[in-house]
Every structure is written in structure tokens, then in C-alpha cells.
Nanobody
Framework: QVQLVESGGGLVQAGGSLRLSCAAS????????MGWFRQAPGQEREFVAAIRWWNDGRTYYSDSVKGRFTISGDNFKNTVSLQMNSLNPEDTAVYYCAAADSRSDYGSARDFNYWGQGTQVTVSS
């Protein structure tokens, strides 16, 4: 199994920045990519960003965060971070780290097998 632990959530004013981090442990040799999702109250879990560990380390972003959020990772340390800039109240959600044990063009929860417990991000207006 793979365990994921997120950190870095909190409260920030609109226009501000936050950085989320996630560390994987356990059978990390299985991991082929890592990503972030978010879920606001009453809404479905939404893809935010992902990075793959093979080839060129390609990154993937949802349209709602492209240009504002940046995902980065270290496949040797099995860590991934999400730098979030220009935050707005619509970004308020619980953010989940995820890891995949298969190769894919990541963009859906179906691509990921392992999940963290989540960290709250609240953006005040």
C-alpha cells in the first residue's frame, strides 16, 4: 500500500498564495504519477493538477487553475507540491493528494489509486 500525507492548507485572503505539500510512503515503487484534487461542500471531487514520473515529467492542469497553480514533484523522494497563486473564494475546498500506479494522461479520479486525508484551504473575500 501507499500512504499519502498532505500539509500546508490554511486560511488566506483573496489574491494571496498557499503552497501544499504531499509525501508518499510505503510501497512507493508502484507510483507512476501524483496529483491534486479538491472537493467543495456539496460538490463532486474535482481534478486540479497532476504530474507523471516517466518520460518528460509532463504536468496536467484543470482549466480553472491553469496559469495560477503550479505542480512540482520529486519522483526520488516521492513528494509533490502545489503552489497556488491568485487565490479566490471559489478555490475554497478540501484538497486531496493522490497517487497513481499506472501510466495515463491524468485528469480523472479514476486514474488514481491512493488518496490522502485532505487538507482544508479557505480563501476569504
Amino acid at each position: 500500500q501507499v500512504q499519502l500525507v498532505e500539509s500546508g492548507g490554511g486560511l488566506v485572503q483573496a489574491g494571496g498564495s498557499l503552497r501544499l505539500s504531499c509525501a508518499a510512503s510505503g510501497r512507493t515503487s508502484r507510483i507512476r504519477g501524483m496529483g491534486w484534487f479538491r472537493q467543495a461542500p456539496g460538490q463532486e471531487r474535482e481534478f486540479v493538477a497532476a504530474i507523471r514520473w516517466w518520460n518528460d515529467g509532463r504536468t496536467y492542469y484543470s482549466d480553472s487553475v491553469k496559469g495560477r497553480f503550479t505542480i512540482s514533484g520529486d519522483n526520488f523522494k516521492n513528494t509533490v507540491s502545489l503552489q497556488m497563486n491568485s487565490l479566490n473564494p471559489e478555490d475554497t475546498a478540501v484538497y486531496y493528494c493522490a497517487a497513481a500506479d499506472s501510466r495515463s494522461d491524468y485528469g480523472s479520479a479514476r486514474d488514481f489509486n491512493y488518496w490522502g486525508q485532505g487538507t482544508q484551504v479557505t480563501v476569504s473575500s
